[in-house]
């Protein structure tokens, strides 16, 4: 059996009127604060959607951004090039080369799907609103004008005090200890050959024309590398006869 409902106050004639004059009161006391706009530009929140900025260096044609969009207002144009191989006797590669990068604004809902399908992190919001045209038309802004605006997008925010490091940072810290280790240990061996170097007895020359090498003397007539008499050369007959 459902519950009767609690009883309600009777609404006094004209509580409304009395609300709606209260808050017209208490506007009224108050300053009036106009924004002298464009003289002062507004203080736009971080994450304004304005205008959307390319960083073209980004961009691989992969055209996820053009199919995404749900208003069909994103033109991409690319060719292909064929890259020479890395090393020799490798094989040759083609990679895409971006011709033309067009936002039709006049189309765009700011929805910003784009942004978040881009794997490469090639497109960005910039906080620009003042674009306006005389010309639907001219509202189609090319790549040139899109990098302009990608100069105006604010620095991410920082992460939280407990947040984890991202993964390419991580990534790219593990990268650079592990050369910096690869260095040190490199380092370490070169310095350890030169006291090796420096350590090793030198030969010191006697007066007999042999040279002493910690206490052992080489003969002249000895093989250095074996240890064994040389053979005496033949004499020549000449020498006798003469």
Not at 65 to 79: G, K, L, N, V
Not at 91 to 101: C, I, M, P, T
Request: hydrophobic share 35%.
């Amino acid at each position: 059996m459902a519950e009767p409902l609690p009883p309600t106050r009777p609404r006094i004639p004209g509580s409304g009127l009395a609300k709606g004059l209260a808050v017209t009161l208490r506007t009224m006391t108050k300053k009036t604060v106009t924004a002298q706009y464009p003289d002062a530009q507004p203080e736009l929140p971080p994450r304004s959607r304005g205008v959307i900025g390319l960083f073209e260096e980004n961009c691989t044609v992969c055209m996820l951004c053009a199919r995404e969009c749900p208003d069909w207002c994103i033109y991409i144009d690319s060719h292909k090039e064929t890259v020479p191989p890395a090393a020799p006797g490798g094989r040759e590669r083609s990679r895409n080369v971006l011709d033309r990068f067009a936002i039709d604004f006049s189309l765009c809902m700011y929805c910003g799907i784009c942004i978040e399908v881009c794997p490469f992190d090639a497109l960005f919001w910039s906080p620009e609103f003042e674009y306006a045209e005389t010309d639907i038309h001219e509202l189609t802004h090319e790549r040139d004008k899109l990098r302009e605006w990608m100069w105006t997008v604010p620095a991410p925010p920082a992460l939280d005090p407990g947040a984890e490091e991202p993964k390419e940072l991580a990534a790219a810290r593990k990268t650079a200890d592990k050369l910096a280790a690869e260095a040190a240990t490199a380092a370490e061996a070169a310095e350890l050959a030169a006291q090796t170097a420096e350590q090793a007895p030198q030969p010191e020359p006697r007066a007999d024309g042999t040279t002493t090498t910690t206490g052992t003397t080489t003969d002249p007539t000895t093989d250095p590398t074996t240890g064994t008499p040389e053979p005496s050369k033949p004499s020549d007959p000449q020498d006798g006869a003469s």
